[in-house]
């Protein structure tokens, strides 16, 4: 239906039904002509080596049925100087952000940066994003446990013109200020350094959620399923 009505779609995936590359053209054979991409996430959290064999298995599968496909590799936190933003990484690959499973694993591999430092989201348009994620559940994300509604509540177009990046409850403090407005506006207890900006939104958004159940949501995106 998105591609129908003009949207560049895409779908994110760890590659986990392309067992073989007969299995992969199976299940990708229903979205050829509809999607303009495929993202696979393959890498050493996500397996063994760093291009695993379900990767290899989707690339063939998508070469065959005409659909473009890419990969998402994510470097170790050693491999490069993340918490200072600076580092060589091989070209496709990306440093860590730490949120989510990150923000609970990996942030005590690198160095931390003073709290105060982060007065801004580096990573995405919150004010006029060109982009938004859709979960299976419906909810469509800003930025993935940022959401701005239920798709199967309210049509994204009402979604859309319904969004005031100022005033909503999280995006309006992160424009103003980053993730250090987020704990100085709703008081919340903060630690005095942090891995990098994703890590310190996490962990105040974690502390918000009781306050915000429908727009920090859903609970997968923060350690908590069902």
């Known amino acids: 239906m998105a591609s129908d009505m003009g949207f560049d779609v895409g ?31 393959t890498d050493l959290f996500h397996c063994n080596e760093k291009l695993n064999r379900q990767a290899r298995n989707a690339r063939a599968a998508a070469k065959k049925l005409g659909i473009p496909i890419g ?29 989510g499973r990150a923000a609970e694993k990996l942030v005590d591999r690198v160095p931390h940066r003073d709290w105060k430092q982060f007065t801004s989201c580096p990573y995405e348009n919150l004010r006029d994003p060109g982009r938004v994620h859709i979960d299976p559940l419906g909810n469509l994300h800003l930025c993935q446990g940022i959401s701005i509604g239920n798709l199967f509540k309210t049509p994204l177009g009402k979604l859309s013109r319904n969004y005031d990046p100022d005033k909503h409850p999280i995006t309006g403090p ?28 996490y962990e105040m958004r974690l502390a918000l959620r009781k306050r915000f159940p429908g727009i920090l949501t859903p609970g997968q995106m923060y350690g908590v399923l069902g």
């Open 11 to 41: 779908l994110v995936s760890n590659g986990y039904g392309a067992t073989s590359v007969e299995d992969a053209v199976e299940w990708l054979r229903p979205l050829a002509g509809f999607i303009d991409g495929i993202s696979v996430s």
């Open 71 to 99: 990969f998402l590799q994510i470097a170790q936190p050693e491999e490069t100087k993340v918490a200072t933003n600076v580092g060589q990484l091989p070209p496709g690959w990306s440093g860590v952000m730490f949120r």
């Open 174 to 201: 992160l424009l103003k200020d980053g993730p250090v407005q987020l704990a100085r506006q709703y008081g919340l207890r903060h630690k005095k350094a942090y891995a990098d900006a994703c890590h310190m939104c």
